[in-house]
């Protein structure tokens, strides 16, 4: 390709040797997945060869765009966290976007702090862990306010926020068929408390998978806080009645390890005496005796179809889905076994 060495590649030099219009090469660069892969690689291999930079600070002053998405969530000492966020940078880096986090430690003036960010124009997006609408200054209509909004791994309470999660229901309700198809009767759910829409939905799949059962099985909920310390006190609670379950439900895998360490304190063996299931399939689920039979929540996948929603809501070109819920996966470990009689 001719082109005078000391003159920078332009626009036009990587259409011309790509053999496609301006237009294909502009949208090969900001919305990648719009384009053919064959199309792609061509102006993938025409950008390398001419040395071409996109201005991508002047594009988004005239798209009054920052490209730039912000991540509002509790805890990032969450386990699950982690996992999510590969997702969310993942799909966000193929269409040119950055992510910032706001971690709020479930606190009001941390969460003020990164709405800053919104105000102030420096993300074009949001994607909320929290399970619900950020705190700002004019609570009658706050939506209208705020950038284009999805809600992940826990829903939000309003009509116009879309969400993307695991099915909470679905995959409890499957939790509890597999204690029951070991022979359980007596099974308790261990909940993460009363104001927790997340452990709601899974006690809503527990008790389907009771009400299914070929007999009569009675609920059974145990107060959690989430944590391994509420597993561990829960269990101290129970002791104290005269019926005890065979098997535990729990609401998170967190949860389910502090049923499991109280359990062994108390010199009861998990799974002879009990069995314990949990939720959310951590990494350390599989590091513990016994090894944690839990239900596998697919993280990266939520995070990558959040993203995507997002950016398709962002150009405007898109229906997007008032919920998407994904399939979660029983892990079957050691902490599960058939009722002895």
Not at 89 to 103: F, Q, T
Not at 118 to 123: I, K, P, T
Not at 183 to 202: C, E, F, Q, T
Not at 278 to 284: E, Q, S
């Amino acid at each position: 390709m001719n082109r005078s060495a000391d003159r920078p590649a332009t626009i036009e030099d990587v259409a011309k040797l790509a053999g496609v219009s301006i237009a294909t090469v502009s949208r090969a660069i900001r919305t990648p997945r719009k384009v053919a892969e064959s199309t792609r690689k061509k102006v993938t291999a025409a950008i390398a060869r001419t040395g071409y930079t996109a201005n991508a600070m002047a594009q988004n002053l005239r798209m009054q765009r920052s490209r730039m998405v912000m991540v509002l969530t509790q805890s990032i000492a969450d386990p699950n966290f982690p996992g999510i966020l590969i997702g969310l940078e993942k799909a966000a880096n193929e269409l040119g976007y950055g992510v910032l986090i706001g971690n709020t430690e479930g606190t009001v003036s941390f969460e003020e702090n990164h709405m800053r960010f919104l105000s102030s124009g420096m993300v074009d997006g949001l994607i909320l862990l929290t399970g619900h609408l950020p705190v700002v200054g004019h609570p009658k209509n706050p939506i209208s306010t705020l950038p284009p909004i999805i809600a992940a791994t826990c829903p939000v309470s309003h009509k116009d926020v879309s969400y993307v999660g695991v099915d909470d229901v679905g995959s409890s309700k499957m939790a509890t068929e597999y204690l029951i198809s070991l022979g359980h009767r007596k099974i308790a759910y261990v909940s993460s408390g009363s104001s927790n829409p997340i452990s709601d939905l899974r006690q809503e799949g527990y008790v389907k998978g009771l009400a299914e059962a070929a007999e009569p099985i009675t609920e059974w909920r145990i107060e959690g806080d989430g944590s391994s310390e509420g597993g561990r006190a829960a269990i101290e609670r129970l002791f104290i009645k005269d019926t005890l379950p065979t098997a535990f439900f729990c609401y998170n895998d967190d949860t389910a390890i502090g049923v499991i360490s109280a359990l062994q304190i108390r010199g009861y063996r998990v799974p002879e005496d009990f069995s314990v299931i949990g939720f959310d399939d951590i990494p350390f689920s599989n590091n513990i005796t016994p090894a944690l039979t839990t239900v596998r929540q697919p993280r990266k996948q939520i995070g990558e179809i959040a993203m995507g929603y997002l950016l398709d809501g962002l150009s405007g070109e898109a229906t997007i889905p008032n919920q998407t819920l994904l399939h979660g996966d029983l892990v079957v470990r050691e902490s599960c076994g058939p009722k002895l009689t």
